[in-house]
């Protein structure tokens, strides 16, 4: 199985912060990593897909970049609503495998 | 609108059975039988963990090697329904279980662009 090790594991910043998130793979996945937020009670929502491209209807603030191993995601601009869980998710070998999760707070 | 619906969750005793359902709408029976299917854990307050999956047509299944043998994935494209048998069933099956849908027709693996809300399994004497 490929393994996902996502940092930190959890996260406090201010709102307006820049915040990075970053997940590495055990092996070469190209570009088939998605990020997802998941809100406390929710179901996950898809963010960012294929590395780098956003979801529609998702705010431009949230970002991603990387290929191979090296994975970041990143919000510009930290707002109270982003309160959430991340995860990252490879999809390149089954079984799917995601990162262990960030919970970001706000300070 | 697309909408996932799972039920079927509840508290079960060790080494006994359960089927979840999953329930989509807003797709057509045409369109609902092109999109792959997967189930997705969750264990209280861990991390999420692939379960399942199957093919748009349903020809094809993978399984985690935690639920190997004991659960089955299945699907009914005229009901729009995916279903997942959980057997034997053990404490560390205990988890939110979400199906949730690939976003590109007759992909097996990709993103996912729609998530049911989740229904709770408890495995538990």
């Known amino acids: 199985d490929i393994q996902m090790t996502q940092s930190p594991s959890s996260l406090s910043a201010s709102v307006g912060d820049r915040v990075t998130i970053t997940c590495q793979a055990s092996?070469?996945?190209?570009?088939?990593l998605n990020w997802y937020q998941q809100k406390p009670g929710e179901a996950p929502k898809l963010l960012i897909y294929d590395a780098s491209n956003l979801e529609s209807g998702v705010p431009s603030r949230f970002s991603g970049s990387g290929s191979g191993t090296d994975f970041t995601f990143t919000i510009s601009s930290l707002q109270p609503e982003d309160v959430a869980a991340y995860y990252c998710?490879?999809?390149?070998?089954?079984?799917?495998?995601f990162g262990q999760g960030t919970r970001l707070e706000i300070k | 609108q697309v909408q996932l619906v799972e039920s079927g969750g509840g508290v079960v005793q060790p080494g006994r059975s359960l089927r979840l359902s999953c329930a989509a709408s807003g797709f057509t029976f045409s369109s609902y039988s092109t999109f792959a299917m997967h189930w997705v854990r969750q264990a209280p307050g861990k991390g999420l963990e692939g379960v399942a999956v199957?093919?748009?047509?349903?020809?094809?299944?993978y399984y985690a090697d935690s639920v190997k043998g004991r659960f089955t994935i299945s699907r009914d494209n005229s009901k729009n329904t995916l279903y997942l048998q959980m057997n034997s069933l053990r404490a560390e099956d205990t988890a939110v279980y979400y199906c949730?849908?690939?976003?590109?027709?007759?992909?097996?693996?990709?993103?996912?662009?729609?998530w049911g809300q989740g229904t709770l399994v408890t495995v538990s004497s």
């Open positions: 092996q070469d996945i190209y570009n088939y």
């Open positions: 199957i093919s748009y047509d349903g020809t094809s299944q």
């Open positions: 998710q490879q999809y390149d070998n089954l079984p799917i495998t």
């Open positions: 949730a849908r690939v976003a590109l027709r007759l992909r097996f693996v990709d993103y996912f662009d729609y």
